[in-house]
């Protein structure tokens, strides 16, 4: 590592290469050259003093952090270093112009608790349910509770009973229509939306 008075002769991208290893008294170094010029370039962009502060220390951390990323071939110390401030300049204004969201928004509203006749409903739509799967066959009530409680895909199911697709459909669509002979198409249909 450097020491400090070794600093104040090497140029801005020479510190840049001592930082891009780890080096933090040219990084101390920079930061004394660029922070304030960074706030000052801020505030002269229309930033409030509190917030080019802020920015200013964001940009310097991306300098520590992507240094490596300099090249002295491509852009001077200086403008690598500006850039990334102009960068964040814009994403903050871009936060700031966001509006804030509305806490009477629907979207931000909970869904509102069941009342007692529908949670009366539900109640009875589920025993409803277990009396008409009771009624299936054992093949049948084995396909389902694997399709909906297990949450298995048909192809899944196949595999895990070893039995054809074809065959797991078939179930499904027989289970279904003896539930609907049995329960009719409303309750079954309430069970879907569920």
């Excluded at 009342?115 to 009624?135: D, F, V, Y």
């Excluded at 049948?140 to 949450?151: H, K, S, T, W």
């Excluded at 459909?169 to 879907?192: M, N, P, T, Y």
């Amino acid at each position: 590592m450097a020491q400090m008075g070794d600093l104040s002769n090497h140029d801005d991208a020479e510190l840049l290469a001592l930082i891009a290893e780890q080096d933090r008294q040219a990084f101390a170094a920079l930061f004394e050259r660029y922070a304030g010029r960074v706030k000052a370039f801020l505030m002269s962009g229309g930033a409030a003093a509190e917030d080019a502060d802020e920015v200013a220390q964001e940009v310097m951390v991306t300098v520590w952090r992507k240094s490596a990323m300099f090249d002295p071939a491509k852009a001077a110390a200086s403008t690598w270093i500006f850039a990334i401030a102009r960068n964040r300049r814009i994403d903050m204004f871009r936060r700031k112009s966001r509006p804030a969201p509305d806490p009477e928004d629907p979207l931000f509203q909970p869904d509102p608790e069941p009342g007692g006749l529908e949670e009366l409903s539900a109640r009875e739509l589920q025993e409803q349910m277990r009396i008409g799967i009771a009624q299936l066959s054992e093949e049948q009530q084995v396909i389902l509770r694997a399709a909906f409680y297990d949450g298995l895909t048909h192809g899944e199911i196949a595999v895990k009973f070893t039995l054809p697709l074809g065959t797991v459909k078939s179930r499904i669509r027989l289970s279904f229509k003896h539930l609907r002979g049995i329960l009719g198409e409303d309750v079954l249909e309430a069970f879907r939306d569920e």
